[in-house]
């Protein structure tokens, strides 16, 4: 650990800001390193060794009891857990870094299985060794960076949905590194007391990564996101399409083309007809249309051609993430980078909302009255905003989107370009638009678990503060009522950026005093007193007795 120490501080001047290390595994099993001058000999495993536990369970179908924490007291380890006497689930384990949960011994994980199972993937000798599953383990990050490359593909991609919520809780980290990078945090602690801390995971292409610097995790990833990412498109990752597993792994969307606007006939180059089946022929391809209207598409063979020679229909069935990018090509304009970004959000939400299930896939048409979708391959712009933002889908109150806002509750695409040229980040637009709504992976659970009775209380009390606050310097009145979050781990705080306040409970009054701790860094957001704790809670406890 201290050689790790030593190698980040290498690499920053004696003033300079700290410089994190960052390293990926390429396809061809060359180690590849951004940022930092030179990686450290050997690093602590720290968090990451769940990752491995988790994996193996996941590939074995193991169906390990969940955990279950004390109720007379927390044990050691269980803040990241749960509270007294609730219990946690595998995924849930992974996402808060319940090491408890991935204890061997409580699983009951034979040695010899553990090391046929890694041995079997040609898997370092380190992680063939259950001992060696330990946070003060100190490994190459080459080695550290195989080990995650000879994950299952299966295992991965569970984990990947998991860990999705790592980078929905941290304010700022979606704008900045999108909905592909899935990390799991770790945090250690050298010889001399320092923290030091980063990330490891995969990227949308299964491509292993490893980040390092001093703080913890959260600490480093928060900070050093920007140059991350810079370090990813410096290696040309920036713009990774998923590899073949995680394609097989999107759900599947049958689209019916031009439902409003029946075909009359769909000509081939020649003018002759185009038989039924995939438009897979030397193209163009003329469509006509009953209304007399005429479009040239390209051969494509996932579209294909069904009905009759007087009534034919066109229909494909793509994935998921191609869908979207159609959609945003479609819908708005994606160039327009992050209000595109913002749109595939909220086609996908829709489309989750809305379409109905059939074999297998899920039913849409092209349709105004529902969402609009290109015959046309979708442009390298449009495919970016789906893969910055796969997964990703609104969940707690209906998404709509038009051209003009003329409603509330509704994405507007001209506002959300205005504002994104004016500088506001995707997230900023979506909770302007849905204020009531939380991201949340396709198949996952949001990133906020609302306490909706805790903001009730929380909005009916105010009118009862306002003539208070209003004599107070630095004083702001919200737009909206915050959402009130439930906090599984760590200490209670607000998200200004997002208008949010976590806490764990609201019920007796400490726990309201705490709540209005939260919602004051709120109203004082813009002025120094917002940062001044005890002001803030000398106001909270005034308040809390009003």
Same mark, same amino acid.
């Given at each position: ?6 190698? *980040? ?31 450290? /000999? ?28 004390? *109720? ?10 749960? !509270? ?25 994980? &034979? ?22 599953? =330990? ?30 919520? &790592? ?12 909905? #592909?990078?899935?990390?799991?945090? @770790? ?10 801390? #980063?990330?490891?995971? @995969? ?20 900070? !050093? ?17 998923? !590899? ?10 049958? $689209? ?22 995939? +438009? ?10 009953? &209304? ?32 979207? /990018?159609?959609?945003? %090509?479609?819908?708005?304009? /994606? ?17 989750? =909302? ?9 039913? $849409?048409?092209? %349709?105004?009255?529902?969402?609009? $979708? ?18 990703? *889908? ?8 038009? +051209? ?8 507007? @695409? ?10 506001? #980040? ?5 909770? =302007? ?17 609302? +306490? ?31 959402? $009130? ?46 940062? %001044?704790? &005890? ?6 406890? =005034?308040? /809390?007795?009003?």
């Amino acid at each position: 650990m201290v050689a790790f120490a030593a190698a *980040v501080l290498a690499t920053a001047g004696a003033t300079a800001a700290p410089i994190p290390q960052l390293a990926w595994r390429a396809p061809n099993g060359v180690l590849m390193t951004s940022i930092g001058a030179k990686l450290p /000999a050997q690093v602590p495993l720290g968090s990451t060794w769940k990752l491995f536990v988790y994996g193996y369970l996941t590939a074995t179908g193991a169906r390990e009891p969940v955990y279950r924490c004390g *109720v007379a007291k927390r044990e050691p380890g269980e803040e990241y857990c749960c !509270d007294p006497g609730e219990s946690i689930g595998r995924d849930a384990a992974l996402q808060r870094s319940c090491g408890a949960y991935f204890e061997p011994r409580r699983l009951a994980i &034979n040695a010899a299985a553990w090391q046929r199972f890694w041995v079997d993937r040609q898997a370092p000798a380190w992680l063939q060794s259950l001992p060696a599953l =330990q946070p003060a383990t100190t490994v190459p990050v080459p080695a550290l960076l195989e080990a995650l490359q000879r994950m299952p593909d299966a295992a991965r991609l569970a984990a990947r949905d998991a860990l999705l919520p &790592n980078t929905l809780r941290e304010p700022g980290l979606l704008d900045t590194l999108g909905s #592909g990078p899935r990390f799991k945090t @770790w945090s250690w602690t050298d010889a001399g007391g320092e923290r030091w801390g #980063g990330s490891a995971g @995969w990227l949308a292409d299964g491509t292993p990564f490893w980040i390092g610097g001093p703080g913890t995790g959260q600490q480093v990833m928060r900070r !050093d996101a920007v140059r991350v990412v810079q370090g990813w498109r410096d290696g040309g990752l920036l713009s990774v399409e998923p !590899d073949a597993a995680a394609l097989q792994a999107q759900p599947c969307v049958d $689209v019916r083309f031009f439902a409003r606007y029946p075909l009359a006939r769909v000509l081939r180059r020649n003018d002759q007809p185009a038989a039924r089946g995939p +438009l897979t022929e030397a193209g163009p391809y003329t469509l006509q249309f009953a &209304n007399g209207q005429s479009l040239m598409i390209p051969s494509q063979p996932g579209l294909l051609l069904t009905g009759s020679p007087t009534a034919p229909r066109l229909q494909a069935r793509m994935t998921l993430e191609a869908y979207v /990018a159609r959609v945003v %090509d479609r819908e708005g304009v /994606a160039t327009e980078t992050t209000a595109a970004q913002a749109l595939a959000i909220a086609a996908r939400s829709w489309l989750q =909302q809305n379409a109905a299930p059939s074999q297998g896939c899920l039913a $849409v048409d092209d %349709d105004s009255r529902a969402q609009r $979708v290109s015959p046309l391959p979708p442009s390298p712009a449009a495919r970016a905003a789906a893969a910055f933002t796969a997964g990703l *889908v609104l969940r707690g109150m209906p998404v709509r989107y038009a +051209l003009e806002r003329d409603e509330a509750h509704l994405l507007g @695409w001209r506002e959300a370009v205005a504002a994104s040229r004016a500088g506001q #980040g995707m997230e900023a637009l979506l909770r =302007q638009a849905f204020p009531s709504a939380t991201l949340a992976g396709w198949q996952g659970e949001g990133d906020c678990e609302l +306490l909706p009775l805790a903001a009730q209380w929380l909005t009916e009390r105010q009118p009862r503060w306002e003539r208070r606050l209003r004599r107070e310097v630095g004083y702001e009145p919200l737009d909206a009522p915050p959402q $009130v979050c439930l906090l599984q781990a760590g200490t209670p705080h607000a998200d200004v950026r997002r208008s949010r306040v976590w806490l764990r409970e609201w019920q007796t009054r400490d726990g309201r005093v705490t709540l209005i701790h939260e919602y004051l860094h709120l109203a004082f957001r813009r002025h120094p007193r917002g940062q %001044d704790e &005890n002001d803030i809670e000398r106001l909270a406890q =005034q308040l /809390a007795d009003l």
